[in-house]
């Protein structure tokens, strides 16, 4: 059935950049969605053309945008033309387009979304909401990935699916990582796999939820909102389990990677069962777990992560652990120092941070990469988060 829907996106369906925009009738909530960031993702276009031919402008309150994403590789039905457009978002990475004279394909995409994300900026009201619509090449249960503020957890928390954070210390330039930095809620939503037609039925779900979550639209508003709670809650078997990514096999330069076939994300695996082929060469699970995103399309860096369930209690303990700012006390610690204060950056001595526990790190909020072969540079994002505008909503 996809297949019907992706020859009319090739063919009859004129897709712009702005797939639909709806200013309602009072003032409220900016809520703005992204669909084919991927190119052979269009069941996010397909999910969010239908949802806004839908909605009765005087029922909402505030302004709703859908925008499509990676328009070249949409028209082409491919990931990506050159360079994958979900991973070009770093400010280093914009500017250094920016100053190119001549850019490719994927980079001109970048350039003409990134002006339509700062005019949007300046031309709405706070509270924003972002939510990027994808799909995965394995089978999954659909779910939500999210940098891990307080404020995302949150306002996550209300949808009848599973949650993983972390993945962002995996992934370097996510569309969602560049705008959480800006300090709004984001979060991404994969809705099932590439050519299953529920990844449609899934996202336009999840578009309703999102409206009358944020407040946009009240629930009596939207006819079916029980159905559509119910659908995702069926969707994914009744796991709201939040999860954390422990792991991920990195597709090196010219690495022949194959995943085995048949595994399908959350499925629960044992350490050393044999999950890939790198250059003829078996992989094995180097850990217990659920695996996630196995990677069964050609085009892709990620071959499969691993992910683990958080415990509640720590859940729990990392909240009240942000709120009174315990992470004031690292930058006193021998080899740790601030980078920025006010945008939480640390710079930590690889010397000590092997003997500070990574979980540490992650219950106050810090997610990690390493940028020198002695330094680790910690990001939180809890001292960038604009949680002030989200503290009279209702969620909150």
Do not use: C
Not at 121 to 134: R, T
Not at 180 to 198: A, I, K, P, R
Not at 204 to 233: C, D, P, R
Not at 314 to 330: E, P
Request: glycine share 6%; net charge positive.
């Amino acid at each position: 059935m996809i297949e019907v829907y992706n020859k009319a996106l090739d063919s009859s369906i004129k897709v712009d950049r702005i797939l639909g925009k709806i200013e309602g009738a009072k003032p409220g909530p900016t809520v703005v969605f992204f669909g084919g960031i991927h190119g052979n993702e269009t069941s996010g276009v397909f999910a969010l053309k239908d949802t806004l031919a839908g909605i009765n402008s005087a029922y909402v309150k505030g302004t709703i945008y859908g925008i499509s994403g990676n328009l070249k590789a949409l028209k082409k039905h491919i990931r990506f033309v050159k360079d994958d457009l979900n991973r070009l978002w770093t400010k280093q990475q914009i500017q250094k387009i920016k100053d190119k004279k001549t850019f490719n394909a994927d980079e001109g995409e970048l350039l003409e979304l990134h002006t339509v994300l700062e005019d949007l900026l300046k031309a709405n009201q706070p509270p924003f909401y972002f939510v990027d619509l994808h799909t995965t090449s394995s089978n999954t249960l659909p779910f939500i990935t999210i940098n891990d503020a307080l404020i995302n957890r949150k306002f996550s928390e209300q949808f009848p699916i599973p949650i993983v954070l972390g993945i962002e210390e995996y992934l370097n330039g996510p569309l969602l990582s560049y705008i959480n930095q800006m300090g709004y809620v984001s979060l991404g939503f994969e809705s099932g796999q590439h050519d299953d037609f529920s990844a449609i039925t899934n996202s336009i779900a999840f578009v309703y939820l999102t409206l009358v979550y944020s407040g946009i639209l009240k629930e009596e508003a939207v006819i079916n909102f029980s159905k559509y709670h119910e659908q995702l809650k069926q969707q994914a078997n009744k796991n709201k389990t939040v999860y954390e990514v422990i792991y991920l096999h990195k597709i090196k330069k010219d690495e022949r990677f194959k995943m085995l076939n048949g595994f399908k994300s959350f499925e629960h695996i044992k350490k050393g069962t044999k999950l890939a082929m790198s250059n003829a060469v078996e992989i094995a699970a180097p850990y217990n777990g659920s695996i996630f995103m196995p990677l069964y399309q050609q085009r892709g860096a990620e071959g499969f992560f691993i992910i683990k369930p958080i415990e509640p209690f720590f859940l729990k303990l990392s909240t009240v652990l942000r709120r009174i700012k315990t992470d004031s006390l690292l930058a006193m610690l021998p080899g740790i120092s601030w980078v920025s204060k006010a945008e939480g950056v640390l710079q930590v001595n690889l010397t000590v941070a092997k003997f500070m526990a990574k979980p540490l790190f992650h219950l106050l909020g810090y997610r990690n990469k390493q940028i020198t072969s002695t330094h680790l540079r910690l990001n939180n994002r809890e001292r960038v988060a604009k949680t002030k505008i989200y503290k009279k909503e209702p969620w909150y």
